[in-house]
């Protein structure tokens, strides 16, 4: 496994671990709406290194490890990482954005990251599969998973960062696509595909269904 991805994966199990036995720990440094519009941005990037609970942490880092080495192997180390940290920005930017009048909204985990990855692999190598999940084709799970996420903004169970997954997804695309313009005349069926569900929710956000 590369060593970029293990430093991340590794980072991010510290830091829950941290988080899962220190309230005041986590309390500092998750997504706090009304604590980022008053100065604390840095928790935008923060909030994506802690975890709810260790099944939580389990899952994120597990889709990281096998989509992250797609990415790795086509695009390299360093854009790998433009695509990790930029869509944990864009989906902290995001939730943000549709959360902003909830002074006391609070998110975590490192999924809109996650999802970024999961997009960027999906447009890279439009066959890939995860084998872990039961041989489903890579671009059918990361279409379910930003579904499934509006159901989680809807019933609005957890402090997961289901809104986040959401701009983590358009970050990941975004960068893909800067970065792979050939992927316009080559994978433009998959663009568009991979587009309805980030579509889908600004649709209900527009239309008051959230």
Do not use: C, W
């Amino acid at each position: 496994m590369d060593i970029i991805l293990i430093a991340v994966i590794g980072i991010t199990a510290l830091v829950s671990y941290k988080g899962f036995n220190d309230n005041d720990f986590f309390r500092k440094y998750e997504f706090h709406i009304g604590r980022v519009r008053s100065g604390e941005q840095i928790r935008m990037i923060t909030s994506g290194f802690l975890h709810l609970d260790f099944m939580h942490l389990l899952f994120n880092m597990i889709t990281l490890f096998f989509f992250a080495p797609y990415v790795i192997g086509i695009i390299g180390n360093i854009y790998f990482l433009y695509v990790y940290f930029g869509s944990m920005i864009t989906g902290s930017l995001l939730t943000l954005y549709l959360h902003k009048d909830d002074y006391s909204y609070r998110a975590i985990g490192a999924s809109g990251a996650v999802m970024g990855v999961i997009y960027a692999s999906i447009l890279l190598d439009v066959n890939h599969r995860m084998y872990f999940y039961g041989f489903i084709p890579g671009y059918v799970f990361g279409i379910g998973y930003l579904l499934y996420s509006i159901y989680g903004i809807k019933a609005k169970r957890d402090n997961i960062g289901h809104t986040a997954h959401f701009g983590g997804a358009i970050g990941g695309y975004l960068i893909t696509l800067i970065r792979e313009p050939s992927l316009f005349t080559t994978n433009l069926e998959m663009i568009g595909l991979l587009m309805i569900p980030i579509l889908v929710l600004f649709y209900m956000h527009k239309t008051n269904k959230l």
